[in-house]
């Protein structure tokens, strides 16, 4: 690792990083705090209130009746899902596509490093930072909901959960990343990479709204968060979370080789 160059990466991307963080923690204490086993009812008569449309594309049309579906339906619906993104698109265009453009890139490439190590250092930054979000706010809700109703969390369940929703995520960042080694402009990978990213989240949750639009759920990566059967038990939820995983990881290699092979980069 090129330590120096990391605590850069941190120094340029902390905002990003601890800001989405304690942005997702706020709904981790709101949303446990607001659960009731004896009155689960009453908060899904309050969602009924909303129009139809809204719960449905927020994942919030069916909470369940355990704190497991509950938290699983009101964080991986929407929350986990689109706010993550953020981070994904700002910091996938600061590690490459803002150094090219700004033209400190020459001096990342004047260091005694070859590019492939260069790239591969920010790539792991990245990689890390998306896993920081995800690995602290499951921490919390699982820490938080112990405390406030021992014994009642599936943390086996959850935390499939939300390894296919890491493995998902880290496909995006590894097109954003992709999007940043190709383009030597920030604008350009901002806008390419906000198109898809955000492209991604918009078509999972309109395929919510019904059969109309049920199709669109096979243009997202999101697709592959079903709570539903992964609360049935069915099927290896693990399985797809590393496969997830692996394939994002595959798509950072690509980005650094593609990267490599590039003939003007600043």
């Not at 090129?2 to 800001?19: A, C, H, P």
């Not at 097109?175 to 604008?187: E, G, H, R, W």
């Not at 609360?231 to 650094?256: A, K, P, Q, R």
Request: hydrophobic share 55%; proline share 2%; charged share 10%.
């Amino acid at each position: 690792m090129i330590w120096d160059l990391q605590l850069l990466n941190y120094r340029e991307n902390r905002v990003f990083i601890f800001g989405v963080t304690g942005f997702l923690l706020i709904y981790v204490f709101s949303s446990i705090g607001m659960w009731d086993p004896d009155g689960i009812e009453v908060l899904q008569e309050m969602m009924d209130l909303l129009p139809d449309a809204m719960t449905n594309m927020l994942g919030f049309g069916n909470l369940g009746g355990s704190l497991t579906s509950y938290l699983l339906n009101y964080m991986y619906g929407f929350l986990m899902l689109l706010f993550p993104i953020i981070f994904t698109v700002m910091v996938g265009n600061r590690l490459v596509a803002k150094h090219t453009t700004s033209g400190s890139m020459i001096f990342l490439l004047t260091m005694p490093y070859s590019r492939r190590r260069i790239m591969f250092n920010q790539a792991v930054f990245f990689a890390a930072g998306l896993f920081f979000i995800f690995a602290v706010n499951v921490s919390v809700m699982i820490l938080f909901s112990n405390i406030m109703f021992p014994g009642m969390l599936e943390i086996g369940k959850l935390l499939i959960v939300n390894l296919i929703a890491y493995g998902a995520h880290l496909i995006l960042a590894a097109i954003a990343f992709l999007f940043s080694c190709l383009f030597d402009d920030s604008q350009t990978t901002m806008m390419f990479s906000s198109v898809v990213l955000f492209g991604n989240a918009v078509a999972f949750m309109v395929s919510n709204l019904g059969d109309g639009t049920a199709f669109l759920k096979y243009a997202s990566v999101f697709t592959f968060i079903d709570i539903e059967y992964i609360l049935e038990g069915s099927g290896n939820g693990l399985l797809t979370g590393v496969v997830l995983t692996l394939i994002g990881l595959l798509g950072f290699v690509g980005g650094i080789e593609l990267f490599d092979r590039k003939s003007v980069v600043i």
